[in-house]
Antibody, heavy 117, light 110 residues
Framework: EVQLVESGGGLVQPGRSLRLSCAAS????????MHWVRQAPGKGLEWVSS????????DYADSVKGRFTISRDNAKNSLYLQMNSLRPEDTALYYC??????????WGQGTLVTVSS | QSALTQPASVSGSPGQSITISCTGT?????????VSWYQQHPGKAPKLMIY???NRPSGVSNRFSGSKSGNTASLTISGLQAEDEADYYC??????????FGGGTKLTVL
């Protein structure tokens, strides 16, 4: 069974940093691209970032480019999102997702990030 | 990276069919067959319902189907059931290796 468990969310002040983690199990982690998608409270889904299987391709939404960095450790079956210079508009539930067939196949339950002073 | 356009809401009675549209551009929906659809119930994580325009993952009811014409993709739900009431989102691969979501559609089963 595929499991994706996010952690690292919390309350942070504007301008500060936070690092999200995602522990993956139940599949060959290093065979798949992975993604982060977020959802602000009461709002729709927003794609944040993607990484291919060997970290050779990293992609970001314009809204986070230059502030967020996606990475993975295939030896640890883990995905990360380093978030710097956080803004109130980054407040959202952040989902870790396994890719398949260019779609977001499996979703974690999300970790909540709240940016507020 | 402009969001794809979906109707804010649709509704239908049990047993009926409904269709949700998702309009983009030639740089996303029209340019690639990488359109997917997601169902989200309140308080739950989204669930993949359709990938690559019209393919259903294992376990998804065949009442759900997808199609595409030009820059517009569509999700059709036939034989509407109460449990289908949820928010639905489309997503497309876009040029420059990005992904873009629609704004979401709230489906109400009357």
């Amino acid at each position: 069974e595929v499991q994706l468990v996010e952690s690292g969310g919390g309350l942070v002040q504007p301008g500060r940093s936070l690092r999200l983690s995602c522990a993956a199990s139940g599949f060959n982690f290093d065979d798949y691209a992975m993604h982060w998608v977020r959802q602000a409270p009461g709002k729709g889904l927003e794609w944040v970032s993607s990484i291919n299987w060997d970290s050779g391709s990293l992609d970001y939404a314009d809204s986070v480019k230059g502030r967020f960095t996606i990475s993975r450790d295939n030896a640890k079956n883990s995905l990360y999102l380093q978030m710097n210079s956080l803004r109130p508009e980054d407040t959202a539930l952040y989902y870790c997702i396994k890719d398949s067939y260019w779609a977001f196949q499996y979703w974690g339950q999300g970790t909540l990030v709240t940016v507020s002073s | 990276q402009s969001a794809l356009t979906q109707p804010a809401s649709v509704s239908g009675s049990p047993g009926q069919s409904i269709t949700i549209s998702c309009t983009g551009t030639s740089s996303d929906v029209g340019g690639y067959n990488y359109v997917s659809w997601y169902q989200q119930h309140p308080g739950k994580a989204p669930k993949l319902m359709i990938y690559e325009v019209s393919n259903r993952p294992s376990g998804v009811s065949n009442r759900f189907s997808g199609s595409k014409s030009g820059n517009t993709a569509s999700l059709t739900i036939s034989g509407l059931q109460a449990e289908d009431e949820a928010d639905y989102y489309c997503n497309s691969y876009a040029s420059t290796n990005t992904r873009v979501f629609g704004g979401g559609t709230k489906l109400t089963v009357l």
